[in-house]
């Protein structure tokens, strides 16, 4: 599988921005997609990851209620769409699939995952 991620840019506190995931390769709908973020100087922390039929959907404590994730399996894309942005919310955003199909068990685990596709950079200024 071969991911991009887009729509990474630089944003105001309260802002919203909607980053998306394109997939190109293996069948898509057969995976979970997870949202990754790193800080300078930081390890992967799981961001927010949605399972192949888009009916579950997984979020971290700091971003739940702000944050959501969905998917287009007909466009072999996945969304995060990004509300109420806090200056700690800029990092790199990554996203990633895993090589098991149909499983979402270890979706918070970044080792867990096999494909990462190139991040896309969100600042968000006080």
């Known amino acids: 599988v071969q991911l991009q991620a887009s729509g990474g840019g630089l944003v105001q506190a309260g802002g919203s921005l909607e980053l998306a995931c394109s997939a190109s390769?293996?069948?898509?709908?057969?995976?979970?997609v997870g949202w990754f973020r790193q800080a300078p100087g930081k390890e992967h922390e799981f961001v927010a990851a949605?399972?192949?039929?888009?009916?579950?959907?997984m979020y971290s404590d700091s971003v739940k209620g702000r944050f959501t994730i969905s998917r287009d399996n007909a466009k072999n894309t996945v969304y995060l769409q990004m509300n109420s942005l806090k200056p700690e919310d800029t990092a790199v955003y990554s996203c990633a699939v895993p090589t098991e199909r149909y499983s979402s068990n270890n979706y918070d685990n970044p080792s867990w995952y096999h494909y990462w596709g190139q991040g896309t950079l969100v600042t968000v200024s006080s």
């Open positions: 390769g293996r069948p898509f709908n057969r995976y979970l």
């Open positions: 949605i399972s192949w039929t888009g009916l579950g959907t």
